[in-house]
């Protein structure tokens, strides 16, 4: 499966921005996709993951509350709506799918194919 990542961007702090994540090459229902980020400096940290089965979310405590994973089938995409943004959520955007069976999800080693990233800059 290849993933495409779009969607990042400049934004001003409490503006918003929708990231997506298009697949090929497979369908998205079938799997759980995520969303990760990475700082300059920092580690990948987890965001946001929907659920192949039921399309149950789960977000980092970070962002929780404000950022919305969602899903379209149809169009084999998931998005990330960012509502609220702070500068600390400036970072590069990656989507990724293929999660080692019974792994934790909130570890990037677990997935195994990723999208190549979508700048989200925020300004304060």
């Known amino acids: 499966v290849q993933l495409q990542a779009s969607g990042g961007g400049l934004v001003q702090a409490g503006g918003s921005l929708r990231l997506s994540c298009a697949a090929s090459g497979r369908t998205f229902s079938s799997s759980d996709i995520s969303w990760f980020r990475q700082a300059p400096g920092k580690e990948r940290e987890f965001v946001a993951v929907i659920i192949k089965s039921g399309g149950s979310t789960f977000y980092a405590d970070s962002v929780k509350g404000r950022f919305t994973i969602s899903r379209d089938n149809a169009k084999n995409t998931v998005y990330l709506q960012m509502n609220s943004l702070k500068p600390e959520d400036t970072a590069v955007y990656y989507c990724?799918?293929?999660?080692?069976?019974?792994?934790?999800?909130?570890?990037?080693?677990?997935?195994?194919?990723w999208g190549q990233g979508t700048q989200v800059t925020v300004s304060s």
């Open positions: 990724a799918t293929d999660l080692t069976y019974g792994s934790a999800r909130s570890k990037p080693i677990n997935w195994r194919s």
